[in-house]
């Protein structure tokens, strides 16, 4: 499964699959913080192998959901390999993006289409856009979240703390913050190089 990948690589991630299976959704993003300090310390000509060996294991296991595309968006921001954009698109003139972000955030952190609804309206509702309907939304993949939150780096750095509270909203609709919406909360903040907006479990700490 990883006979793409250095062998040293691999043999090393064998050893660290069993202890990594083990750890909670929890704590996925708070270990990742940890390694990223460390991570920046690599020359520049690693970056450009480490995220080709991110590929590579991502492509091997056949696994890239939300939660391996946040973890990756949020290693290639931190970790410079990114380019930074000058947005200068209006908020306004961004709708179909932000509804693609927005209604992935709601079905990732909802069980039912009911609870995500609920939700994608309640963020929905705080920007400056008409009413739609979130069961005609289509169920977005990966492709489709990395094109529009490409395109979101593009709009006016003043207007991104809007769709962020936005977000927020949407993650702590239903009084709770899963691992996968704080991954893509966390995601998009970084990749729109906009601070999180304080969350439910902030204000409760």
Same mark, same amino acid.
């Given at each position: 499964?990883?006979?793409?990948?250095? #062998?040293?690589?691999?043999?090393?991630?064998?050893?660290?699959?069993? =202890?990594?299976?083990?750890?909670?959704?929890?704590?996925?993003?708070?270990?990742?913080? &940890?390694?990223? #300090? +460390?991570?920046?310390?690599?020359?520049?000509?690693?970056?450009?192998? &480490?995220?080709?060996?991110?590929?590579?294991?991502?492509?091997?296991?056949?696994?890239?959901?939300?939660?391996?595309?946040?973890?990756? !968006?949020?290693?290639? !921001? @931190?970790?410079?390999?990114?380019?930074?954009?000058?947005?200068?698109?209006?908020?306004?003139?961004?709708?179909?993006?932000? $509804?693609?972000?927005?209604? +992935?955030?709601?079905? +990732?952190?909802?069980?039912?289409?009911?609870?995500?609804? +609920?939700?994608?309206?309640?963020?929905?509702?705080?920007?400056?856009?008409?009413?739609? =309907?979130?069961?005609?939304?289509?169920?977005?993949?990966?492709?489709?979240? @990395?094109?529009?939150?490409?395109?979101?780096?593009?709009? !006016?750095?003043?207007?991104?703390?809007?769709?962020?509270?936005?977000?927020?909203?949407?993650?702590?609709?239903?009084?709770?913050?899963?691992?996968?919406?704080?991954?893509?909360?966390?995601?998009?903040?970084?990749?729109?190089? $906009? #601070?999180? #907006?304080?969350?439910?479990?902030?204000?409760?700490?």
């Amino acid at each position: 499964m990883q006979s793409n990948l250095p #062998p040293l690589l691999a043999d090393r991630l064998q050893e660290l699959d069993e =202890p990594l299976g083990r750890l909670p959704a929890g704590r996925r993003l708070p270990l990742l913080e &940890l390694i990223i #300090p +460390a991570l920046k310390q690599l020359e520049p000509q690693d970056f450009v192998s &480490l995220k080709r060996d991110i590929g590579t294991l991502l492509i091997s296991t056949g696994q890239l959901g939300f939660m391996e595309w946040a973890l990756l !968006r949020i290693v290639e !921001r @931190n970790l410079g390999m990114q380019r930074t954009v000058q947005g200068r698109l209006p908020l306004a003139a961004l709708g179909n993006e932000s $509804c693609v972000l927005l209604t +992935a955030l709601a079905r +990732a952190g909802n069980a039912t289409e009911q609870a995500a609804s +609920a939700a994608f309206l309640a963020a929905w509702s705080t920007l400056p856009f008409t009413a739609r =309907p979130f069961a005609e939304q289509p169920h977005a993949g990966i492709s489709e979240l @990395n094109d529009a939150l490409n395109r979101l780096n593009q709009m !006016r750095p003043l207007q991104k703390p809007q769709l962020l509270k936005a977000m927020a909203r949407c993650i702590e609709h239903d009084g709770r913050i899963s691992a996968s919406e704080a991954e893509l909360m966390r995601a998009v903040a970084d990749t729109l190089d $906009c #601070p999180m #907006p304080p969350l439910l479990s902030d204000r409760q700490a």
